[in-house]
C-alpha cells in the first residue's frame, strides 16, 4: 500500500535527511518507525504526502506514483501530526463539519455523534470550545477528522507525544481497533513501548537509512529498546 524505492531526499544546506531508502507497508499492516530525531522519519511521511520533492528514488500509495499524482494519491491518506492543528474557537461539532465540508464529505450531527463515539469522546464535548481540551482529546478529535474521510491509510508522526500514560494507553487502544478493521498505518513514534501493542512490524532509522527491521513475534520491549539503544549508539 506504501512503498518507498531508492528514495533520498538531501536539503539544500546540503543535509542528507534520507540515504537510498526502500520501505514498504503492506495493505493492513500498521508499520512504526523509530528514530531519534533527525533520523528521516518526518522526511519520510512528508515525502509520502508530496510536500517536499524526493532527490532520488520513487514513492507510490496504492500503487499511484506520487510524483506522477499526488493529489490521487493523497486522497487515500490521512495524516495526524504530533500537535494537531485545530480551531480552538469552534467547538468539535463545528470542526468535524469544517474539515468535512472541505474533503467534500459533509458530516451531519449524527455522523459527528458517531465519530466521537467511535474515538472515544464524550458526546458532552461536541459543542464545546476546542481550546477547552486536553492534548489527548485534541489527539481523539483528529483522528475523527482523518476517519471521517475513510481513507485506507493512516499516517501519524509522533502521536503519543506529550499524552500521559492513560491518554497514551486509550490512543494505542483506539489504534489497535483501526488495525481490527484493515487500516494500513505508518506511524512515527519515540513510544518503544506502546509499540508491542500495536505493530506488526518495526522499522528501526538512523542518519537517514533503515539500519533494522523486525516482525513484531521477533521481540519484546525490553529486547527491543536494547536493539533501539545499540543502534543509537552504533
Known amino acids: 500500500m506504501l512503498k518507498a ?3 533520498s531526499k538531501r536539503y539544500e544546506d546540503g543535509n542528507l535527511a534520507l540515504d537510498s531508502l526502500d520501505l514498504t507497508v503492506n495493505e493492513g499492516e500498521t508499520y512504526c518507525m523509530l528514530g531519534a530525531n533527525g533520523a528521516g522519519k518526518t522526511t519520510t ?3 509520502f504526502f508530496n510536500f517536499i520533492q524526493p532527490t532520488g528514488g520513487s514513492v507510490s500509495v496504492g500503487g499511484i506514483d506520487t510524483a506522477v499524482s499526488p493529489l490521487e494519491a493523497r ?4 495524516y495526524i501530526s504530533e500537535n494537531v492543528m485545530l480551531y480552538g474557537v469552534l467547538t468539535a461539532r463545528q470542526n468535524l463539519r469544517f474539515f468535512a465540508d472541505i474533503s467534500g464529505k459533509p458530516c451531519s450531527t449524527d455522523d459527528c455523534y458517531k465519530l ?3 474515538v472515544g469522546l464524550d458526546r458532552g464535548v461536541i459543542n464545546s ?4 481540551f486536553s492534548k489527548g482529546m485534541r489527539q481523539k478529535l483528529g483522528l475523527a477528522i482523518a476517519l471521517l474521510r475513510d481513507t485506507p491509510v493512516i499516517v501519524m508522526d509522533e502521536p503519543t507525544s506529550g499524552l500521559d500514560p492513560k491518554a497514551s494507553k486509550d490512543f494505542i487502544d483506539l489504534l489497535q481497533s483501526l488495525k481490527q478493521s484493515g ?3 505508518l506511524i512515527s ?4 513501548h506502546r509499540v508491542k501493542d500495536i505493530a506488526d512490524r518495526v522499522g528501526i532509522m538512523r542518519q537517514g537509512k533503515l539500519v533494522i527491521e523486525n516482525l513484531n513475534s521477533e521481540f519484546n520491549t525490553e529486547s527491543l529498546q536494547g536493539l533501539y539503544i545499540q543502534c543509537m549508539n552504533a
Open 183 to 185: 487500516k494500513t498505518m
Open 75 to 78: 486522497r487515500r491518506m490521512a
Open 45 to 47: 511521511i512528508n515525502l
Open 116 to 118: 466521537l463515539d467511535r
Open 5 to 7: 524505492q531508492s528514495l
Open 189 to 192: 513514534t519515540h513510544d518503544i
Open 129 to 132: 470550545k476546542v481550546k477547552t
